[in-house]
């Protein structure tokens, strides 16, 4: 009987083995490390792992196709993927701020953006998270020694937006970055770098991935920053997205302008079906703004995120908990973006001084719109009200 020589099977690299062809899917390239077919060539490589091949902690070629759809569609020279929304926020800061900085961070930021921005501090540079009625009102915050404006447009929980040619004009009169975490509009409703925003972010759990099965973030800009943030905060943080990962998200990206055209419906149908209900207090989203915050919302969006927040008139927290135990269709969750919608109270029974710290009382709920039904998802919101905050 023929044995076969396992060891010469098994370590063989493939190298065009196999014929010709052309995935209607992308290929997932799942490998650690690539072949080099000799030593200068390799020396070559090593000396230029932006653009070459190496270890896929650096580069790889599933990645690198993610990274550039999505830096065309944010209309960015360059961008650079991570394994997380976090890891493209902590990476960008750590990048471009250094000892003696003052990082300027506006309105309400995603809570581990914040804490990352106040950790600094151990490294020498100071931050600080302001509020402000009006763009223009940022100038007054601007100190010698800041190096980064902060925001973002929508801004988390109370969704509201700064305008984006303002906060530029502020910051090159001051000769300072400019970061916008634009998770919320997606690239489809809303192009920052396109009014000169210096560096755009985004969680690639939400609706670039957008079916709640893949984590990552990107940072997309010029592509001296971007080589910049991918040589200090990529390679040395080590935040490095799977390519199982970016196949997930590059999937996602086939979908996206049919998702958010949906999303964009969705949230308009339930958002009318709810703002006058009497029990509700106050709406916060884009959609129902008025005054300076409607036109900057005109000026900026494309289409409406279906991500938004309420505050009941009662504040009794029973009944919040009522309402949220009440939805059937709607889950309770934190993230969003995929196919479910989803309910985040933000009070937790012992932050309630957080809370009002930004503004926000202990009726405050986060609510999500995915893709089911808007009228079944209204429906479901009324039942859980009915339940809990009876007319």
């Not at 998770?183 to 985004?202: E, K, M, N, R």
């Not at 997205?241 to 996206?256: D, E, K, M, Q, Y």
């Not at 009002?356 to 986060?366: A, D, N, Q, T, Y």
């Amino acid at each position: 009987m023929k044995k076969n020589n396992y060891e010469n099977i098994c370590s063989e690299v493939d190298v065009n083995s196999i014929e010709s062809y052309v995935p209607m899917a992308p290929d997932i390239v799942q490998t650690t490390s690539f072949h080099f077919s000799n030593y200068e060539e390799f020396i070559d490589y090593s000396s230029d792992e932006k653009n070459h091949f190496v270890y896929t902690r650096g580069s790889n070629p599933t990645i690198k196709s993610l990274e550039n759809k999505l830096a065309e569609l944010e209309h960015g020279e360059k961008c650079k993927v991570f394994s997380s929304g976090m890891g493209a926020i902590s990476a960008t800061l750590f990048t471009l701020l250094q000892a003696g900085d003052h990082l300027l961070m506006i309105n309400t930021i995603y809570g581990e953006a914040v804490s990352f921005g106040k950790y600094l501090s151990k490294y020498g540079v100071t931050c600080d998270r302001v509020d402000v009625d009006s763009t223009e009102e940022i100038s007054k915050y601007i100190k010698p020694e800041t190096k980064m404006i902060y925001f973002e447009s929508p801004s988390s929980q109370k969704f509201e937006m700064l305008d984006l040619d303002k906060v530029v004009s502020i910051a090159k009169k001051n000769n300072i970055y400019t970061a916008i975490d634009a998770t919320w509009a997606s690239p489809i409703f809303q192009s920052p770098l396109d009014h000169g925003i210096d560096v755009v972010i985004h969680s690639l759990s939400k609706y670039l991935g957008g079916h709640s099965d893949s984590v990552g973030g990107c940072v997309i800009g010029k592509e001296k920053i971007v080589n910049d943030i991918f040589e200090h905060g990529h390679q040395a943080l080590g935040s490095v997205i799977s390519p199982f990962n970016a196949w997930l998200t590059i999937r996602g990206l086939r979908t996206l302008p049919v998702r958010m055209k949906q999303f964009d419906s969705s949230i308009r149908y339930v958002l009318d079906a709810i703002k006058d209900d009497e029990r509700i207090e106050k709406i916060y989203h884009p959609y129902v703004s008025t005054g300076e915050q409607k036109k900057i919302a005109d000026k900026y969006l494309t289409g409406y995120g279906s991500l938004f927040g309420l505050d009941f008139k009662d504040k009794n927290f029973d009944k919040l908990k009522i309402f949220v135990n009440s939805l059937k269709v709607v889950s309770i969750g934190v993230s969003w973006g995929g196919f479910e919608s989803l309910a985040l109270p933000s009070f937790k029974g012992n932050n309630e001084a957080n809370l009002k710290e930004r503004g926000l009382p202990i009726s405050h709920v986060r609510l999500y719109v995915g893709l089911e039904n808007p009228e079944t998802i209204v429906e479901d919101l009324k039942q859980a009200m009915d339940r809990a905050y009876k007319k």
